[in-house]
């Protein structure tokens, strides 16, 4: 990478060669590059309570009464737990957003402090901008089991905990965009190469350990990804010509209107279809499929949120 320090990542807008502003080459061939802009920052609020306890909340809450940071519903670390959409469906564990699954007396979240394993929450308050939208919020998100990333080059053996390992990547990686993490034995944690994209087998070596690849909270127009190798049964409508998430969703907008959630394959035919409306964001009536297809929660106008993933061999995302 020519230009390390300027944030390249995937295809987001940046200006690597001091511009007026930002800027990306296009996919038009006959344009060359054009100028961006900054995508304007949602903003959420205020929210109230539903359900006895607030068991049906569905608001975009991820920090805990004491401000610490929620941690992901659908990872282990740093507290292993059984209140996960796949162990109690139905309650809409997205992201790390606080939910009520048990029948606690209000929302609540496991946080990412090892030394406090749960605390209560509250809705947003007032209109401000997403929590989750912020860098130090993004968890990150496991892409593969018992797969370490080939070809790194760092090497840390002194972390405990999946949240000092990424501390680690971070400061001796800020461009990678993976990484992995050995929770028993040596602790071997380290970032992946920039040629690792998120598949769950291809660039990635097998151990029969607690060894794990993650994805780094990425933030894409507007989409971030939460999971992986899923997409809703029973959909009716498909596109095949989308090259990009931000297309696909453009279209299922204008064909399904009321649709709340979308899958995308990144691949092989580009598949792109809306989901029906009895698919409520859980791994129930979603099929597995091991390539790059994912499924989306459509949460505002340029605002996509992945929520279902096979984690049978799956790598982590920062």
Known sequence: MKKPKSGLVSNYCRNPSNHKG??????????????????????????????????????????????????????????????????????????????NPDNEKNIWCYTTDPKKRWEYCDPIASASPAAEESDESL??????????????????????????????????????????????GNYHCAACPASYKGHPTTGTGHQRSKIYTWAIGQKFNGARRVAYNRYCTNYKKSAFNHRSVDKCLEWVKKVD????????????????????????????????????????????????VQVDSNFKGTTYMI
Request: charged share 25%; net charge positive; proline share 7%.
């Open 257 to 304: 209107p009321s649709a709340d959630y979308f899958f995308f394959r990144q691949e092989g035919n580009y598949h792109c279809s809306p989901c029906p409306s009895t698919y409520s964001g859980t791994n129930a009536r979603t099929g597995v499929q091991n390539s790059l297809i994912y499924t989306y929660e459509i949460t505002g106008k340029n605002d996509a």
């Open 139 to 184: 968890e990150p998100v496991k892409v593969a089991i018992s797969r370490y990333c080939t070809g790194y080059k760092h090497n840390n053996m002194k972390c405990r905990n999946v949240d000092c390992c990424l501390a680690h990547v971070k400061k001796s990686d800020p461009d990678a965009t993976h990484f992995f993490f050995r929770e028993e």
């Open 22 to 99: 930002l800027w990306c080459y296009t996919t038009d061939p006959k344009k060359r590059w054009d100028d961006c802009d900054p995508v304007p920052q949602p903003k959420f609020g205020p929210e109230k309570c539903s359900g006895k306890g607030c068991t049906g909340y569905r608001g975009r809450q991820n920090r805990t009464r004491s401000g610490k940071t929620c941690q992901n519903w659908d990872v282990q670390s740093p507290h292993k737990h059984t209140r996960g959409a796949d162990k109690k469906p139905g309650f809409g564990q997205v992201a790390n957003f606080c939910r």
